[in-house]
C-alpha cells in the first residue's frame, strides 16, 4: 500500500508515489524531489548500490509520475521535513512530456497560455493550496448551516423562460422548443419557501451570458446560495450571513492560516462579529469628506465602481475591519422581489468584503399582490407569471443570499478571477 | 423570536409559525394544527375569552402561514407530542388560495398535476422527510471523503466540444458559437488527477438530451462524482465506494431510521462489508439455474434491463444483501478511457442496488498511447483529443465513479424518479 508523503514514518520501509518537482541525475548519485497532495519528499538514489536502477533513472523527467519503495532516514542536509527516502524500488507510472508553459527565466507566462494547459498550471503549491482551502471553507459553510437545520437541495439548472432580467441569458436547444440556463437559484430558493422547506441552501454552478472587461467576471461561476423563513427583517438575514462567514473564516484559520502565510505571504483575517453596517448615504458622505470621493446625486443609489474599492479603505479607517455591510440601495437599483419597507426603501443590503462586492442580500416579498405589483412596475409581470404563482397559496416571510464561491477564494488570496476557479469560462474561453 | 416547534417547551409562552394542516373553526371553539419544517402543534382558541382573534380566524384557510404566541400546556387529548399551545396572538403572514391539486376523496392526483404545482406538493411529510434524508446523506458522504484528504471541486457545466459519444448532449448559443452541456465531470475530474489534486469529488448537475421511457431517468439530475489516484486495481475503487455508501447510509439510519419507518413505512437497511462481488457471466448463469432467466451468449457482454431487475432476488438469495457488484463487462459496452487488463476486459464494475444500476466505476487508463488507441477503436480519437493532452505531461493511475443523488433518493424511498427530485426535468417538462 503506497502511503502519503505526510504519513511516512522514520525508520520505516514505505511505499510513496507522486509527481517528480525536480531531478538531478549524477554520475554517482541521483536525487529527486517527489510531491504528492500532502508534501514533498527527496528520493535519494547512489547508484552503485543500484545498478538496476539506472535505466529507469535515465527515463524519468521532470512531471513523470513515479513510484518507489524503501527505508526513510533522517537527514540533516534536506530541508523537506528533514527525512529523504532510500529507494530500493522504483517504478514509472507516467513519463512527462516538457512542459509547454514554462517560461523563459525572469518572466511569467502569460495567463492565456496556463489556461490552455490549465491541469499542469493547477500543480503549482499555490494552486493546491487554494483548492484545499476552497474545498474546506464550504464545508464548513455547510456544517455551520446544517447544525441550524438547513436542508441541501439541487435546483434545476434547465429553465423553460428567461428569468430575472436584466443579466444575459444562455439560449439551450431542448428537443423541439428553447430552455435557458439559470442565472441563479433565487426563483426555486424561494420556491423551496412556499413548500415549507423553511431553511435550505445549494452550491451549484450559475450561468452569465455576459460579455464584460473585468476581474471579477465569469461566465459560468459556482454560487452558494441559502434562503430561510419566518425572518422578521433583513438583518435575520445580515446575522446569519456574517455568523457564517466568521464560522467558516475562523475554522479556515484554525487549519490553514500558517500555511497560507507560508505559500501566498497572506494574513488570514477571522472577522469580529458583529460586522459593521452603513447606510449608502452615509458612505457617500464619508467618501467624500474623508477621501474626496464626490459622485451626482443621481448616483448615489447604487454603489459606484469606484465607491466599491474605496469601501476597502473607509471600512479599515472607520471600524478596523475588513467588511462592511451597505443598505438603503434605491429601488431602481434592486430587483423587484426584494421587499420595500413604508418609505419605498428595499429591506436588503449588499456585503463588501476588501473592496469587493460578495453578496446581495434581502427579505423578499411574500404578498402576492404587492410582489406582483412590483414586478409589474419593472415590465416584468408576464415574464415571471409562473414564479408569482408560488406565492399564492401561502408563503412564509423569508429572506437569503447568494456568495460566490469563485469571490471568495479570489479574495481570500488576491489572485484575478481566472486563476481562482478551477477552469475558467469566459466569452472567448471554453476549453480545455 | 420563534421558536421552532420541536423546540418548544412546556409551560412557556412561546411564538411559533408555519402553515395551516387543519382548521376546525366552530362556534365557540377553534383548532388548528400547524406544521412547521421540525413538527407539529395544535393551537387551541376558546373564542369567548378571545373576541379580539375571531376576526383573523375567520380569514384563515388550510395552507395559510400563520404565527401565533402562547402558552404551551400539557395536553391528554392531543396526539402531536401531548402539548398544545393557547395562542393569546395570531398573525396571518400569508393567506392561501384553495389547493389546486387536492384529488377527490379516494383518488390520486396525477403526477403532472402534482407536478405543476410542485412546491405544493413537495410540503407532504413524506417529501420534507425525503429531502431531509437526501440532504443528510450526501453530507455524511462527503464527511467520508473530507476525512480521507479528499478535495470538493467544481468544474464546468459548460464545455467547448461535444464529450462522450453516445449520450445525447445539449447545444447551447454561446455568443458566436456553440458551446455543449456536460453529459458528466468525468473528463475534468481526470483533468484534476492529472493536475495532481489525488482525490476530489463534485456534487453537481449533468446533463442527457435524450428522450427515454423510463421510471428512472431525467434530462438533468445531480450527480455525486469521485476520483482518486495511485489505485492498484479497480478494486480499491470498489472499496472506497462502498465503505462511503456503508458509512453515509449508517449515518443516516442512525438519525432518520425510525421516522423512515413511521412515515414511509420502509425498513433502511445498513448493508453490511464488504459487498458481494460476482462476474457478469456468473451473473448469468446463477439466474438461468434459479430463474430460468435465459439470453444469447451475444447479450453476455452487458447486463439486460431484466436481468438488472433480477439482480435484486439474486443478491438476496446468494448473499443475503441489497448490493451487488458485478464485473466482466465486456469492452463494447464500456467507455474508452476503461483500463482492460491482459485479456482486453475492462477493469470495472456496475453497482447494483435493489435491482437498480446506481454507479458505473473502473480504473481509468493513463498511459497515454493506449488510452489514444482505445479512443480510435471507439472512433473518437478527434473529439477526445483535448482530453487525451491530459495524459501527455504526468499523469498518476487513478479510478473512480459516480452516483446519482436523485437515484439513490428513489431507492430509499421507493418513489420513482419525478417524485425523487426537486423538481424533475424531462424533455416534455421545464416547468415551474
Redesign the interface.
Given at each position: 500500500m503506497?502511503t502519503?508523503i505526510k504519513n511516512i514514518k522514520l525508520g520505516e520501509v514505505n511505499e510513496v508515489?507522486?509527481?517528480?518537482e525536480n531531478i538531478r541525475n549524477k554520475k554517482t548519485m541521483c536525487f529527486i524531489v517527489l510531491?504528492?497532495?500532502?508534501s514533498k519528499l527527496q528520493l535519494t538514489i547512489e547508484k552503485e548500490k543500484h545498478p538496476d536502477l539506472i535505466d529507469t533513472l535515465d527515463k524519468i523527467t521532470i512531471?513523470?509520475?513515479i513510484?518507489a519503495k524503501g527505508l526513510i532516514m533522517e537527514s540533516e542536509y534536506v530541508k523537506l521535513n528533514g527525512m529523504e527516502m532510500y529507494p530500493d524500488e522504483i517504478k514509472i507510472?507516467?513519463?512527462?512530456?516538457p512542459?509547454?508553459i514554462v517560461a523563459p527565466k525572469g518572466e511569467e507566462t502569460n495567463i492565456d497560455l496556463r489556461l490552455d494547459?490549465?491541469?499542469?498550471d493547477?500543480?503549482t503549491d499555490k494552486?493546491?493550496l487554494m483548492?484545499?482551502v476552497?474545498?474546506y471553507f464550504?464545508?464548513k459553510a455547510?456544517e455551520f448551516l446544517?447544525e441550524r437545520?438547513f436542508?441541501?437541495?439541487?435546483?434545476?439548472?434547465?429553465?423553460?423562460?428567461e428569468s430575472e432580467s436584466g443579466a444575459g441569458v444562455?439560449?439551450?436547444?431542448?428537443?423541439d422548443?428553447n430552455?435557458y440556463?439559470a442565472q441563479s437559484p433565487q426563483f426555486?430558493k424561494q420556491?423551496?419557501m412556499?413548500?415549507?422547506?423553511?431553511?435550505i441552501y445549494e452550491?451549484?454552478?450559475v450561468?452569465r451570458?455576459e460579455?464584460f472587461a473585468s476581474r471579477k467576471h465569469a461566465?459560468?461561476f459556482?454560487g452558494f446560495d441559502l434562503e430561510f423563513?419566518?425572518i422578521k427583517s433583513y438583518k435575520d438575514v445580515m446575522k446569519m450571513e456574517e455568523e457564517m462567514l466568521e464560522y467558516a473564516l475562523r475554522k479556515t484559520s484554525e487549519k490553514y492560516k500558517d500555511e497560507i502565510k507560508k505559500v501566498y505571504d497572506i494574513d488570514l483575517v477571522v472577522p469580529t462579529l458583529p460586522f459593521p453596517v452603513m447606510d449608502l448615504h452615509d458612505v457617500y458622505d464619508e467618501l467624500e469628506k474623508r477621501y474626496g470621493y464626490k459622485v451626482s446625486e443621481s448616483e448615489k443609489g447604487d454603489l459606484t465602481t469606484e465607491g466599491e474599492r474605496l469601501v476597502a479603505k473607509l471600512s479599515k479607517d472607520m471600524f478596523n475591519h475588513e467588511f462592511l455591510f451597505i443598505t438603503g440601495y434605491s429601488k431602481e437599483n434592486r430587483a423587484f422581489y426584494h421587499m420595500r419597507d413604508e418609505k419605498g426603501v428595499p429591506c436588503g443590503y449588499d456585503l463588501i468584503w476588501k473592496g469587493c462586492e460578495i453578496t446581495t442580500g434581502a427579505q423578499r416579498e411574500?404578498?402576492?399582490e404587492i410582489l406582483k405589483a412590483q414586478a409589474k412596475e419593472k415590465g416584468l409581470d408576464e415574464d415571471v407569471k409562473?414564479?408569482l404563482?408560488?406565492?399564492?397559496?401561502?408563503?412564509?416571510?423569508h429572506g437569503g443570499f447568494g456568495i460566490g464561491?469563485d469571490r471568495i477564494t479570489m479574495l481570500i488570496f488576491n489572485e484575478g478571477i481566472k486563476d481562482s476557479?478551477?477552469?475558467f469560462?469566459g466569452?472567448d474561453r471554453?476549453?480545455?
Amino acid at each position: 500500500m503506497r502511503t502519503m508523503i505526510k504519513n511516512i514514518k522514520l525508520g520505516e520501509v514505505n511505499e510513496v508515489a507522486g509527481f517528480v518537482e525536480n531531478i538531478r541525475n549524477k554520475k554517482t548519485m541521483c536525487f529527486i524531489v517527489l510531491k504528492d497532495q500532502s508534501s514533498k519528499l527527496q528520493l535519494t538514489i547512489e547508484k552503485e548500490k543500484h545498478p538496476d536502477l539506472i535505466d529507469t533513472l535515465d527515463k524519468i523527467t521532470i512531471d513523470s509520475v513515479i513510484s518507489a519503495k524503501g527505508l526513510i532516514m533522517e537527514s540533516e542536509y534536506v530541508k523537506l521535513n528533514g527525512m529523504e527516502m532510500y529507494p530500493d524500488e522504483i517504478k514509472i507510472e507516467s513519463v512527462a512530456e516538457p512542459s509547454p508553459i514554462v517560461a523563459p527565466k525572469g518572466e511569467e507566462t502569460n495567463i492565456d497560455l496556463r489556461l490552455d494547459y490549465r491541469w499542469i498550471d493547477l500543480r503549482t503549491d499555490k494552486n493546491l493550496l487554494m483548492f484545499k482551502v476552497q474545498s474546506y471553507f464550504i464545508n464548513k459553510a455547510r456544517e455551520f448551516l446544517n447544525e441550524r437545520d438547513f436542508i441541501e437541495i439541487h435546483t434545476p439548472k434547465l429553465i423553460g423562460a428567461e428569468s430575472e432580467s436584466g443579466a444575459g441569458v444562455f439560449k439551450v436547444d431542448y428537443f423541439d422548443r428553447n430552455a435557458y440556463l439559470a442565472q441563479s437559484p433565487q426563483f426555486y430558493k424561494q420556491m423551496a419557501m412556499a413548500a415549507g422547506f423553511e431553511r435550505i441552501y445549494e452550491s451549484g454552478p450559475v450561468f452569465r451570458a455576459e460579455k464584460f472587461a473585468s476581474r471579477k467576471h465569469a461566465t459560468e461561476f459556482t454560487g452558494f446560495d441559502l434562503e430561510f423563513s419566518y425572518i422578521k427583517s433583513y438583518k435575520d438575514v445580515m446575522k446569519m450571513e456574517e455568523e457564517m462567514l466568521e464560522y467558516a473564516l475562523r475554522k479556515t484559520s484554525e487549519k490553514y492560516k500558517d500555511e497560507i502565510k507560508k505559500v501566498y505571504d497572506i494574513d488570514l483575517v477571522v472577522p469580529t462579529l458583529p460586522f459593521p453596517v452603513m447606510d449608502l448615504h452615509d458612505v457617500y458622505d464619508e467618501l467624500e469628506k474623508r477621501y474626496g470621493y464626490k459622485v451626482s446625486e443621481s448616483e448615489k443609489g447604487d454603489l459606484t465602481t469606484e465607491g466599491e474599492r474605496l469601501v476597502a479603505k473607509l471600512s479599515k479607517d472607520m471600524f478596523n475591519h475588513e467588511f462592511l455591510f451597505i443598505t438603503g440601495y434605491s429601488k431602481e437599483n434592486r430587483a423587484f422581489y426584494h421587499m420595500r419597507d413604508e418609505k419605498g426603501v428595499p429591506c436588503g443590503y449588499d456585503l463588501i468584503w476588501k473592496g469587493c462586492e460578495i453578496t446581495t442580500g434581502a427579505q423578499r416579498e411574500h404578498r402576492y399582490e404587492i410582489l406582483k405589483a412590483q414586478a409589474k412596475e419593472k415590465g416584468l409581470d408576464e415574464d415571471v407569471k409562473f414564479y408569482l404563482d408560488f406565492f399564492k397559496y401561502g408563503c412564509p416571510p423569508h429572506g437569503g443570499f447568494g456568495i460566490g464561491v469563485d469571490r471568495i477564494t479570489m479574495l481570500i488570496f488576491n489572485e484575478g478571477i481566472k486563476d481562482s476557479m478551477f477552469l475558467f469560462r469566459g466569452p472567448d474561453r471554453l476549453n480545455p
